[in-house]
């Protein structure tokens, strides 16, 4: 329906000058009162467009006081109903507002009480809105408010409500632009991007260029955020208290930020009691005021459930069964392990106490997870054992008897981990990777100019039966190949099998046949190289990539391997093979690392800047079937646990982040690691204990399951002291706690201060730790470079 003019006495008569008449007698006159207010309040009501707003709120009219209406006429909070309620409240009666009071129409009356207080008119009496009187101005003070209330709210609630701040920032910000008011769309961007600069670095970047309103349809970030609804988790009472909040404040901006929660947020609402967990209520109470509040592992765009690969926001939560169980032996390679490991139990019998490895054997097959389906071998052929297989087995199974057990932290007190650190010097910068082999006698660096060297770590001589007469031998090797940066190694799988004793001893520690035949390396030149460690040559580059290869990894079982580039890919491959078997797209950005499932059934992927999520393969289909993500810097470093359970990575901020693999939840974050972020990480045997390294010079064992009463960390099993951000000082009562307090005092912020999870801290000097490896034995090896 067409807006009609007002009638000439809506404004030349009704109500006193205090209330917006312009005609009106003075108050103290009885004029305002009598038939007239009745016939002024009638012709309000019974205007054509006042009539058509008026007809849907729930405080009614009586009809039989109104015979010029034939319904119940009812206010309504439509948008043309804010323009009438202005009409009214700028003339509005002490006659009205009594009628309504004995008529019972109380929540009337409140609201026209309220609205009178804060309508604002122009010179020529009509209405202004919020978005009128803030002159462009309207989203940056909406913001404000929102921003402000969160800052003083209860603690209780300020974690979860500040994760609102981004979604609503983007949107205030890109809803400026779009209203055409460009010079304060830039000073709100400048004013109040300043929180969210270690988050969203890259979408700043990206938003930051937009100074017009064609430039929101012409920028990717924009229109993701346009087109797509923010995912969000908050409490019921923490939802509740903001609605109420913006409701109050509906005429100072909180009306259009219930517009962007309705239009562009996607808020789900949790019992935090009930739920537990990373979302629980203990979680929550127990973050710091002031702690950076790293967001949930479904928030985000697009929303989708946790772990969940389908990116539909309308996807059910049901996600697809995972065969975790380890990969079956052949039958063959079984009987030969079995026949192999008795003879070796009649020949060398355990001592008292200890059992035989058939028993050992056994007991590792009987306690594999009866619920974990384990994966098919003929959707993943393998080539056929051979003798070096089952030697390989057999040393397995013995390092698996004697291997120093680690259970856990119990009691606060961290099991005694050793590191043996290899440190590499003279290299001025130029080492890119270092690399370890299963058998514990080779390492290898990757360089910046463009060659790998290999050194034996038990100083023999690395022969070659192509070395010409007279060659001098060394205990290292030089390969050359690259034409860029090495950035990553693999070795093929390998096993520390003891030679033969002569006279009670050996020689060395492993068998030439032992030692691990093949070496992988990837490079800035977009190749991956296999390289043969017998003869120490080149024998296949692989070449799919367009981009520079960021890592490389053998499968656990051999004959398979993936790479990771900077075209956003990874790809699965076979050593005999010169083309990918699989191309696993999927990533928004580079692929900076990768990791194999312990099974060989599935392939981890961790991405870096504009995506920050890990990904899950099916070797079989090369389809996902995991997504994880809550990730706020870019992912250096991936490990998957010997049981098939859980997943850690590790991002360039130094957080690691732990995964179920068949909930696809996150289960806890770990912080502890500096500045420079967590470069490697490995998991002890038994998938109790997580060992990491980075560029702060240190090694750092976790554990995975702590002890929730325990709250402080204990370094080593030692005893009577207290441990501040990474310093544990010695003694007891009043004395220690005023040295910690010290300690803590001297090292300022300087260093991240680590959760409990922690369990020791491994300091070099001067030396990045590159990589970190747990032996067989539960032993952990570490290797990185002198830099002065």
Same mark, same amino acid.
Request: with cysteine; aromatic share 8%; net charge negative.
């Given at each position: ?502 006279? /009670? +001893? &050996?020689?060395?520690? !492993?068998?030439?046949?032992?030692? *691990? ?5 990837? @490079? =800035? $030149? ?103 993500? /809550? +990730? &706020?810097?870019?992912? !250096?470093?991936?490990?998957?646990? *010997? ?5 850690? @990575? =590790? $991002? ?115 030396? *990045? ?20």
């Amino acid at each position: 329906m067409a807006v009609q003019p007002l009638p000439p006495s809506r404004t030349a008569s009704v109500g006193p000058p205090s209330a917006g008449g312009m005609n009106a007698p003075p108050a103290g006159t009885p004029g305002g009162q009598g038939p007239n207010s009745q016939q002024n309040l009638n012709q309000i009501i019974d205007h054509p467009v006042h009539r058509e707003t008026l007809a849907t709120r729930g405080d009614c009219l009586d009809s039989r006081q109104y015979p010029q209406t034939s319904t119940l006429l009812c206010f309504s909070h439509t948008s043309r109903f804010d323009h009438i309620m202005a009409h009214l409240i700028a003339n509005v009666n002490p006659q009205v507002l009594e009628y309504l009071s004995k008529k019972g129409y109380s929540r009337t009356e409140a609201m026209l009480r309220k609205e009178s207080r804060h309508a604002t008119f122009d010179a020529n009496q009509e209405p202004l809105d919020f978005a009128d009187r803030t002159k462009g101005r309207q989203w940056h003070e909406s913001y404000i408010l929102v921003k402000g209330w969160i800052d003083d709210i209860l603690d209780i609630y300020k974690p979860e409500l500040s994760r609102l701040l981004w979604p609503l920032f983007v949107q205030c910000f890109l809803q400026t632009v779009t209203d055409c008011f460009t010079i304060e769309a830039k000073r709100f961007f400048e004013e109040c991007q300043k929180p969210f600069g270690e988050e969203h670095s890259d979408d700043l970047r990206a938003l930051s260029s937009i100074n017009e309103p064609e430039h929101v349809q012409e920028n990717d970030i924009a229109q993701l955020y346009r087109t797509n609804k923010y995912r969000l988790t908050l409490s019921k009472m923490g939802f509740a208290t903001l609605i109420e909040f913006l409701e109050v404040k509906e005429a100072e901006g909180g009306k259009g930020i219930n517009y962007l929660l309705n239009n562009h947020i996607d808020i789900h609402t949790v019992d935090r009691a009930a739920i537990g967990g990373a979302r629980g209520l203990q979680r929550l109470m127990e973050e710091k005021h002031g702690e950076e509040q790293a967001p949930a592992e479904d928030e985000g765009i697009p929303g989708h459930h946790p772990g969940s690969a389908n990116l539909s926001a309308d996807a059910t939560g049901a996600l697809n069964r995972l065969a975790l169980g380890p990969m079956p032996m052949e039958a063959d390679l079984m009987e030969d392990v079995k026949a192999e490991l008795g003879h070796e139990d009649i020949t060398n019998p355990p001592p008292p106490g200890r059992s035989t490895l058939t028993d050992t054997f056994e007991q590792r097959i009987k306690s594999e997870p009866v619920e974990d389906t384990a994966p098919s071998r003929e959707a993943i052929p393998y080539p056929p054992s051979t003798a070096r297989d089952v030697a390989m087995e057999v040393q397995k199974v013995k390092e698996n008897r004697d291997r120093f057990r680690i259970e856990g932290k119990t009691g606060g007190v961290g099991p005694g981990v050793s590191v043996t650190m290899f440190t590499f010097h003279n290299t001025f910068d130029s080492v890119n990777c270092i690399e370890f082999s299963d058998d514990n006698t080779l390492a290898a660096v990757g360089t910046a100019e463009s060659f790998i060297r290999v050194w034996s770590l038990d100083n023999r001589a690395l022969t070659s039966p192509h070395d010409p007469p007279g060659f001098q031998q060394s205990s290292s090797r030089r390969l050359i190949g690259h034409s860029g940066p090495v950035y990553a190694l693999s070795f093929s799988p390998s096993a520390a099998v003891s030679e033969a004793a002569t006279n /009670g +001893h &050996t020689d060395r520690t !492993t068998t030439s046949e032992s030692q *691990p035949r093949y070496m992988l390396s990837c @490079s =800035a $030149d977009t190749t991956i190289r296999l390289w043969s460690l017998d003869t120490w040559t080149n024998l296949v580059v692989y070449r799919s990539h367009n981009s520079p290869v960021w890592d490389v990894r053998f499968c656990p079982h051999g004959h398979y391997f993936v790479s990771a580039s900077a075209d956003r890919t990874a790809r699965l491959w076979s050593t005999p093979q010169i083309a990918p078997l699989r191309l696993l797209v999927g990533h928004d950005s580079d692929v900076e690392t990768i990791a194999w499932h312990p099974n060989g059934a599935y392939v981890v992927t961790g991405a870096g800047v504009g995506d920050r999520t890990v990904r899950m393969w099916s070797v079989a289909s090369g389809g996902q079937v995991r997504i994880f993500t /809550g +990730h &706020t810097g870019n992912i !250096t470093a991936l490990a998957c646990a *010997p049981d098939g359970h859980i997943i850690a @990575s =590790a $991002d360039d901020k130094g957080v690691i982040v732990l995964w179920d693999i068949r909930t696809g939840r996150l289960v806890k974050r770990m912080r502890g690691h500096g500045a420079g972020g967590v470069w490697s990480l490995d998991w002890s045997v038994e998938s109790t204990v997580l060992v990491s390294g980075g560029a702060d010079n240190s090694v750092r064992v976790w554990d995975v399951q702590p002890n929730k009463e325990t709250k402080e960390n204990k370094v080593n099993g030692e005893t009577g002291g207290v441990k501040v951000d990474g310093v544990t000082v010695h003694g007891t009562g009043a004395a220690a706690a005023a040295a910690a307090a010290a300690a803590k005092t001297a090292k300022g912020k300087s260093r991240e201060q680590a959760t409990p999870d922690m369990i020791s801290d491994f300091k070099t000097k001067k030396s *990045p730790v590159y990589k970190v490896k747990f032996t067989q034995m539960n032993l952990v090896v570490a290797g990185g470079t002198y830099l002065p």
